[in-house]
T-cell receptor, first 114, second 109 residues
Framework: EAQVTQNPRYLITVTGKKLTVTCSQN?????MSWYRQDPGLGLRQIYY???????DKGDVPEGYKVSRKEKRNFPLILESPSPNQTSLYFC?????????????FGPGTRLTVL | TQLLEQSPQFLSIQEGENLTVYCNSS?????LQWYRQEPGEGPVLLVT?????EVKKLKRLTFQFGDARKDSSLHITAAQPGDTGLYLC?????????FGTGTSLTVIP
């Protein structure tokens, strides 16, 4: 089954404790992206990657890091999480090229930073 | 930052009623997509529109892209409880995507 998986689905942590949210897709998509979703703000793009070793900042990259060492994986790293990073996070992938290509989203990771 | 605003933010209607959701921006997009999201899940694509003035129909859903490619609307005819969910518009420019603020629709049986 074609899918995007994220782990963990739920995470409660404390300020300053480094964490990684993993994302993996089995559709051989070059393009992958991370979003955060907050009430009243919709989804905002954090980082995206056009291919292995190619990453770019989205709209709200501050406080986040990403890496793309393999085509299928695109982990999101919070080096020193803060309470304002409490949010619902989504990973997505799509075929490269045109913006009109469908993005496939993972099930989401709900992060709470105390 | 390119901002897509959706209205209304919340909508609660009776089964069988019609409704329209709007997505507006001050920026021009090369394409605009509509997604539907259910609780506990990621958004799922409903439609993509690329040409100014384009109208697409998906069963009871009608999508329109504005002539200037800055706005779009989603019209649902005879809403059903299964239409309940969060509707998101998303504009693409190159490799970046900007999502609207979302419209939470509840259809009451």
């Amino acid at each position: 089954e074609a899918q995007v998986t994220q782990n963990p689905r739920y995470l409660i942590t404390v300020t300053g404790k480094k964490l990684t949210v993993t994302c993996s897709q089995n559709m051989n998509h070059e393009y992958m992206s991370w979003y955060r979703q907050d009430p009243g703000l919709g989804l905002r793009q954090i980082y995206y990657s056009m291919n292995v070793e190619v990453t770019d900042k989205g709209d709200v990259p501050e406080g986040y890091k990403v890496s793309r060492k393999e085509k299928r994986n695109f982990p999101l790293i919070l080096e020193s999480p803060s309470p304002n990073q409490t949010s619902l996070y989504f990973c997505a992938s799509k075929r490269p090229g045109l913006a009109l290509n469908e993005q496939f989203f993972g099930p989401g990771t709900r992060l709470t930073v105390l | 930052t390119q901002l897509l605003e959706q209205s209304p933010q919340f909508l609660s209607i009776q089964e069988g009623e019609n409704l329209t959701v709007y997505c507006n921006s001050s920026s021009v997009f090369s394409s605009l997509q509509w997604y539907r999201q259910e609780p506990g899940e990621g958004p799922v694509l409903l439609v993509t529109v690329v040409t100014g003035g384009e109208v697409k129909k998906l069963k009871r859903l009608t999508f329109q892209f504005g002539d200037a490619r800055k706005d779009s609307s989603l019209h649902i005819t005879a809403a059903q409880p299964g239409d309940t969910g969060l509707y998101l518009c998303a504009g693409g420019t190159g490799n970046q995507f900007y999502f609207g603020t979302g419209t939470s629709l509840t259809v009451i049986p």
